[in-house]
């Protein structure tokens, strides 16, 4: 039932607080590291006074889209993958290879940024006695 499913969907998802947005402001990406472990950190992005976030391991072969350059086209933020210059929209992670990168929505609240995920977020890497 489609119902159930957005229940699940919606149990999965929490809100991370990741920090001070008027530091994380200071650079343009920050890479966020994921209880999960590393194929599931994620890019905060801030770009034209907005933060974005998505999967830190590009769609095409894991490049670290950390490291892309971001260009604004026609209106439209996109971000480069280093390593095949794949395209990919900071707001949808659309790509027009067709590829599809995985975002996640930001909200700011009481000064702090809070990313949606899965697993918890954090700038620090989890360590593993964590996990267990
Ligand atoms: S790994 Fe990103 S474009 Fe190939």
């Given at each position: 039932m489609a119902?159930?499913?957005e229940e699940e969907t919606a149990r999965r998802y929490s809100w991370s607080r990741i920090g001070p947005a008027s530091e994380l402001s200071q650079k343009q990406c920050r890479l966020m590291f994921s209880f999960l472990g590393r194929e599931s950190d994620v890019c905060l992005f801030y770009v034209k006074g907005e933060f974005?976030?998505?999967?830190?391991?590009?769609?095409?072969?894991?490049?670290?889209l950390c490291d892309g350059d971001i260009e604004d086209t026609d209106g439209a933020l996109q971000v480069f993958c280093p390593w095949h210059d794949y395209d990919f929209n900071l707001r949808t992670g659309v790509s027009g290879?067709?590829?599809?990168?995985?975002?996640?929505?930001?909200?700011l609240e009481d000064g702090s940024v809070y990313v949606r995920h899965?697993?918890?977020?954090?700038?620090?890497?989890?360590?593993?006695?964590q996990k267990s």
């Open positions: 119902s159930g499913n974005f976030a998505m999967d830190a391991r590009c769609a095409h072969s894991g490049g670290p290879t067709g590829l599809q990168q995985q975002v996640y929505e930001v909200k899965t697993s918890p977020l954090s700038l620090q890497p989890f360590s593993s006695g």
